[in-house]
């Protein structure tokens, strides 16, 4: 059989990096149409692509529009009014622009306004800061950054994206190609297929990054310190998920933003998508070349991880429900997990759950551990243990 060109078809890696986008816009969306605090919502595709594929698929600018026919649906179907949404498309390939742009013409919209861009992705993310920038307080953004590498990709242009503190985003990289060659990038010089790893790496990472001090790094030690470099020292919450191409390939989605209702939104989504909350391993049941680290990796990201940190965490000393709802999201598991836990170490009297005078509580539905709750301000539970 030819061989097919993976550019023109959606392999299982590129999907799984699809649907998980997919399911972050269709539940986000909803969202950000109904806080009273928002009035409008911007989706910008840095690296948008053809659109559809020669199978059949939906690319992200296509999913995207999608989601948005979606979500004014929605609305519709409440008899309520959708908020306008603009989606930004780009991409330094005119064809493909002119492509995405045809087949969007076609969505029935009722308040989805498109504008395409055809330009090189410096460029775009410039022209995407000063729109952020230029949007009222009452707008939020999504930027969707996909390259086929990582040389477009600048500290300082993230960050300029991100400071307003209204925007949010996820950005895929290839990063096992990355790590295979982050010691040779950091030592020869000479060669100028390094430069832009050597840039980049030297970029996001400092001298005491794991990156730039330890030669034997594993694939998920790498992305974990990846996903820290993106929280900006902790300025803005962030996640991974990793996505498995073949046995020595992987990629990672990260997720950046500012507020924990996106995180909380982008870790649902990728726990939907990979029932473990792993990432997508078209291996998992066979020998890989990363051996032990993936096993350990899965272990570390399971449930069971969740009872290590929590059990160190509460030792230290005991949580209010509030700081329990971020330690949650910020180790990437969903309140669902934590509330399972709680419920099973209430029965098997390893915690207590006090009220905020400190007397205790036994009969309890809920930990408080909700979005609503964190919003609220006011802790109504502590955590302590036995
Ligand atoms: C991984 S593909 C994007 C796939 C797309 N997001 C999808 O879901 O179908 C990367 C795209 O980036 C475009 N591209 C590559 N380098 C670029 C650059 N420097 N500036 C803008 N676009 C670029 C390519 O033409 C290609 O369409």
Redesign the pocket.
């Known amino acids: 059989m030819p061989k097919q060109n993976p550019k023109k078809i959606v392999l299982p890696h590129s999907k799984a990096k ?1 649907d998980l986008y997919k399911s972050y816009l269709s539940e986000y969306l909803p969202i950000l149409g109904h806080s009273k605090y928002i009035d409008g919502i911007n989706v910008f ?1 840095i ?3 053809t659109g559809i594929y020669d199978d059949g698929n939906l ?2 600018p296509l999913i995207a529009a999608a989601c948005v026919l979606e979500y004014e649906k929605y609305f519709r179907e409440r008899n309520q009014k959708s908020k306008p949404v603009k989606l930004f498309i ?4 005119t064809d ?1 622009v002119e492509s995405v742009n045809e087949i969007i013409s076609k969505f029935e919209f009722e308040n989805c306004k498109v504008n395409p861009y055809n330009l ?2 410096s460029e ?1 993310l410039d022209v995407v800061r000063d729109k952020i920038n230029s949007f009222s307080d009452r707008e939020r953004s999504l930027v969707f950054i ?3 590498g990582y040389s ?1 990709i600048d500290k300082e242009k993230l960050y300029q994206l991100l400071k307003r503190r209204r925007s949010e985003i996820i950005l895929f990289l290839p990063v096992a190609h990355m790590k295979r060659f982050t010691d040779e990038a950091l030592t020869d010089y000479e060669k100028k297929a390094y430069e832009n790893l050597r840039k980049f790496i030297l970029d996001f990472f400092d001298a005491s990054s794991r990156v730039l001090q330890e030669s034997n790094l594993n694939i998920f030690d790498y992305i974990e310190e990846l996903r820290k470099a993106f929280s900006f020292d902790n300025e803005f919450y962030t996640a991974s998920h990793y996505i498995e191409r073949n046995k020595a390939n992987y990629y990672a989605l990260f997720f950046i933003g500012h507020h924990i209702y996106g995180l909380e939104k982008f870790i649902e989504a990728k726990w939907k998508n990979d029932s473990l909350g792993k990432g997508f391993n078209q291996s998992r049941n066979s020998a890989t070349l990363f051996g032990e680290s993936l096993i350990e990796y899965d272990k570390n990201v399971s449930v069971s991880r969740l009872e290590q940190i929590f059990r160190s965490a509460i030792e230290k000393s005991p949580m209010s429900n509030i700081e329990l709802y971020e330690f949650t999201l910020s180790n990437q598991f969903k309140s669902a997990h934590m509330n399972q836990l709680i419920r099973e170490w209430k029965k098997a009297k390893k915690i207590q759950i006090l009220d905020m005078k400190g007397n205790p509580i036994e009969d309890i539905r809920g930990f408080g551990l909700t979005y609503d709750d964190y919003k609220s301000k006011t802790p109504s539970y502590l955590i302590k243990k036995r």
């Open positions: 699809l595709d690296f948008c692509g690319g992200s780009n991409d330094f390939d493909k090189d992705a775009m996909d390259p086929y477009k």
